[in-house]
Structure formats: structure tokens, C-alpha cells
């Protein structure tokens, strides 16, 4: 049996749309999906795993499968799992974690045929798949691991704590890039490429606070945020509680915050899973308490990045949210 974990992740990050990405490792368990692969009399599918229910048809998994075999020219029949531990159209990656975990574990069942770059390149057409286009923001550092722009690494602050709080809706990609204008004012697009630059440079330098306050985004969030209950009440009280950035993770409705304090960051977590499972700061109206709550499998964590990517794991276990 060949065993794959591949991580959850944070895209965008305010600053860097589209090619900005993070993979994420709770401070307490795991978050991420597996996929099991070992030889099979008949080929058969199955899904697994808290978020089992949201998987619907036919599934990039299967897809991945069939590319897999269709590049390696190999066909002898598998069991094949997807262990579902994260949400559909949460904003943290849900659809490349299990592209990546897929694409992986099947090379690895047939040989590691294809070898890294062609993996990678299979991952990035099946996430277009899904989401309407090749966006390697998400796909690069679940594979790969660390906070990345683009196909590069770049340093991460020592102390930076992450935190993802997911609400309990689903987002799906295709439809947030909908509510996307077609252009934005050439100010604003180099205003936000200046940010990004120097939010690099500040990284490099060693400078976590000046990284983080470059971590802005004036030109997707205003277009997003209203999609999300009560957004700017939790980003404010984030922001409040220590936060040196927040906003939305990827394309919503996961809320995504940077800290350099423990303990602002277990106040803020606190904050958040109030949010979450609409407690308190709740607008009018019982629609934001309908929507949010852990009922609907929201959930608020503290992470750390996750340096590894997606791995290859024991083959006997349970499956990596159960360890």
C-alpha cells in the first residue's frame, strides 16, 4: 500500500493573489487529505474521513488515476482512497490537497513514472480542472512545502504563528473569481506590486513585522469580503487582539491571521472560534448563525508552516488526521 499526505494551505495571503502560498501544520494534529492506493483483483473508490460527505460524482482523484496510468501506459487495477480531512470550498486548498495526495500516491503505485516535474505539471492541470485556470498558489506549496511565490521558497519568520479560522459555508473558486473585476486601476496594481515586492525584501532582511504589515490587499478582498458573515467584524477583532495581518484564505470563507505571540495568538483563537460557531458578533438576523457553526464542520486552528509538502507515508496506520 502506498500511503500520501498532502497539506492544507493558505493562498493569496493579501499581498501576492494568485501566486502567494503557504502549507499549513496545526500546532495540534493534522489538517489535509490522504490517498491510499495498493493493488486490487478490480478497480474500486471509496472517500472516507470528516469531509466525506461533501464529495459529490465524479471525483479529481479518480481523474488523476486515469492521467497517471494513461502517461505510464500501466492499467493493473487498484483500491483506491480518499481520506477527506478538510472541507470543499473552505479557501484553504481543499481541491489541490487532494491533486497533489492523488497524483503522488498513483506515480508512486506504478513506479514514480513521471518524476517531479511532471508530477507537478499534472497537479497544475488538474487543479485548472476545478478552479478555471492554472493558479499555482495553492498547488506549489502543498507539494512542495513552505511559503512560497511561485516555484520559490521564501524565508519565514522565526515566531510567526498562523491562524485559519473556517466558518462552516463553502465558497467555490470558480464562482468567487466571478465577482472579480476584469481590470483594476494601474495606481492600484502598482501600489500592490511595490507591497509585494517589499514584503519579500522584508522577508529576506529578517523583518517579520515589516513583512506582515505589507500583507494588504485593497484589490480582491473588497469584492470577496461580502460573501463571508461577518468579515470585517472578525478581521477587526483580529486585528485587535494582536494579529499583524488578517484576511480572507484564498478565495474564501476561511480567514487566514499572522502572529509573533503566543499569547496573542491563543486570545485571537479564541475570538475566532466564537466566530466560528457564531457565539458571539453575530449580525442581526438568524442567517449568520445558520450558516456558521461547527455543526457544519467549521473549525479555527493554530499552524505553523509545514516545511515537508505532501509525503509519502508508513504504509500501515491509521489515516494522518487519526494519528
Not at 504563528?161 to 496594481?189: C, F, N, Q
Not at 475570538?271 to 438568524?286: E, F, H, M, N, Q
Request: proline share 6%; net charge negative.
Amino acid at each position: 500500500m502506498v500511503r500520501v499526505f498532502a497539506p492544507a494551505t493558505s493562498a493569496n495571503l493579501n499581498v501576492g493573489f494568485d501566486n502567494l502560498g503557504v502549507a499549513l501544520k496545526p500546532l495540534d494534529g493534522t489538517l489535509g487529505d490522504e490517498v491510499r492506493i495498493e493493488a486490487a483483483a478490480v478497480d474500486s473508490f471509496s472517500v472516507t474521513g470528516p469531509y466525506a460527505h461533501e464529495i459529490h460524482g465524479a471525483n479529481i482523484v479518480e481523474r488523476a488515476l486515469a492521467c497517471v496510468r494513461e502517461i505510464t501506459g500501466n492499467l493493473e487495477p487498484v483500491s483506491l482512497e480518499l481520506y477527506k480531512g478538510m472541507p470543499v470550498g473552505s479557501g484553504l486548498g481543499s481541491s489541490a490537497a487532494s491533486v497533489v495526495a492523488a497524483v503522488l500516491a498513483c506515480d508512486e503505485h506504478y513506479g514514480n513514472r513521471l518524476g517531479e516535474r511532471a508530477r507537478i505539471k499534472l497537479m497544475g492541470e488538474l487543479e485548472a480542472r476545478l478552479s478555471g485556470g492554472i493558479h499555482w498558489d495553492n498547488i506549489l506549496p502543498c507539494a512542495l512545502g513552505g511559503l512560497r511565490l511561485g516555484a520559490s521558497c521564501l524565508p519565514v519568520p522565526a515566531g510567526w504563528i498562523w491562524l485559519v479560522a473556517y466558518p462552516g459555508i463553502r465558497l467555490e473558486t470558480r464562482a468567487m473569481r466571478a465577482v472579480l473585476p476584469e481590470s483594476v486601476p494601474l495606481h492600484d496594481a502598482v501600489e500592490q506590486a511595490a507591497r509585494l515586492g517589499r514584503f519579500v525584501d522584508a522577508l529576506y532582511r529578517g523583518d517579520g513585522r515589516e513583512a506582515a504589515s505589507l500583507m494588504v490587499d485593497t484589490m480582491i478582498e473588497p469584492y470577496r469580503a461580502p460573501s463571508i458573515p461577518g468579515f470585517d467584524t472578525i478581521k477587526a477583532a483580529l486585528l485587535a487582539a494582536g494579529a499583524l495581518s488578517a484576511g480572507i484564505s484564498g478565495s474564501g470563507p476561511t480567514i487566514f491571521a499572522v502572529f509573533d505571540d503566543p499569547k496573542a495568538a491563543g486570545k485571537a483563537l479564541e475570538r475566532a472560534r466564537l466566530w466560528t460557531s457564531a457565539v458571539s458578533g453575530k449580525p442581526a438576523g438568524d442567517s449568520f448563525s445558520k450558516l456558521c457553526g461547527a455543526d457544519k464542520g467549521a473549525f479555527a486552528v493554530l499552524c505553523t508552516v509545514d516545511e515537508a509538502g505532501a509525503r509519502v507515508l508508513p504504509p500501515d496506520g491509521k489515516p494522518a488526521g487519526k494519528e
